[in-house]
């Protein structure tokens, strides 16, 4: 399996699963731009990078800004030649707050980060990808994209946004030669609640749900555990190559069996 020519961009690189699909990329001879809001998560990404002969560098910044993400391309295509594959992997959770105890501050910054952050690397990507005619962008969605009890209302519709936002892009860049998929991962071993109490700060609900507990893993996975980041990295990595050339507006499940019940 082959990467498609030339420089990637993980946004959410500093840790979890971003940080996994970076280091992949990395080792199988991408140039990859790390792109996170917490610095030394990105920083430590890149040192990952290079201890395997990879070359990156990090950019800092949030997503849910059109001026960072734009900027963070720029440097990329300027540093480290054309952008070939965007990863879109930023993500905070909810908490799986109910509605009711949900404020609108938290649902905005959720869905701004999550889904308008995707829409954001997507759109910059294209800008790139498209005259080129060619291109692989992968977004980070979930089971929560899928059905209605991966997590709480910001993250449930932010995540089944991301999955509408990827279908309609492939089927529109489909002819220009840029594919574009979705990863619905299921639980997995990461740092996601303490990165999203992290970026949510004093507003930041409790983190509850499945994720926290190991025994409802074991429950609602056929496969009786988490799964591991690598995992998803391998599944981006056959997304980012040019074998997947006639896969696009595909969603890729990998969740040990839970929605398969």
């Known amino acids: 399996m082959s990467l498609v020519p030339g420089a990637a961009l993980v946004t959410g690189g500093g ?3 971003g940080r996994a699909i970076a280091v992949a990329l990395g080792a199988a001879g991408a140039p990859v731009a790390v792109f996170d809001l917490l610095p030394d998560g990105g920083k430590d990404t890149v040192q990952a ?3 395997k002969g990879g070359r990156a560098f ?28 965007m990863v879109n992997a930023a993500g905070i959770l909810d908490g799986y707050a109910r509605v009711d105890e949900l404020t609108p501050a938290v649902f905005e910054r959720v869905v701004a980060i999550n889904l308008t952050g995707t ?17 692989r962008i992968v977004n980070i969605a979930s089971v929560a994209g899928l059905i209605g ?23 529109t860049h489909a002819a220009q030669g840029v594919t574009v998929n979705a990863i619905c991962p299921g639980p997995i071993a990461t740092s996601l609640r303490q990165n999203s ?6 507003g930041a609900p409790v983190m509850r749900g499945i994720g926290g507990d190991e025994a409802a893993i074991k429950a609602v996975t056929p496969a009786g555990r988490r799964g591991t980041v690598e995992e998803i990295a391998a599944a981006a990595c056959y997304l980012a190559s040019e ?6 507006g595909h969603t890729l499940v990998i969740d040990g069996g839970w929605t398969a019940r």
């Open 243 to 248: 074998e997947a050339a006639y896969v696009t």
């Open 197 to 202: 109490t992290r970026i949510l700060g004093a």
């Open 15 to 17: 840790s979890g699963i």
């Open 119 to 135: 829409f954001h690397g997507c759109k910059r990507a294209l800008a790139e990808m498209a005259p080129r005619g060619a291109g």
């Open 49 to 51: 990078i290079e201890a």
């Open 58 to 85: 990090f950019v800092s910044g949030d997503v849910s800004r059109w001026g960072d993400v734009d900027g963070a391309v720029a440097a990329a295509v300027g540093r480290l030649g054309p952008l070939a594959i």
């Open 149 to 171: 009890d991966g997590g709480g209302p910001a993250y449930v519709a932010s995540k089944h946004g991301v999955v509408g936002l990827t279908r309609v892009l492939a089927a």
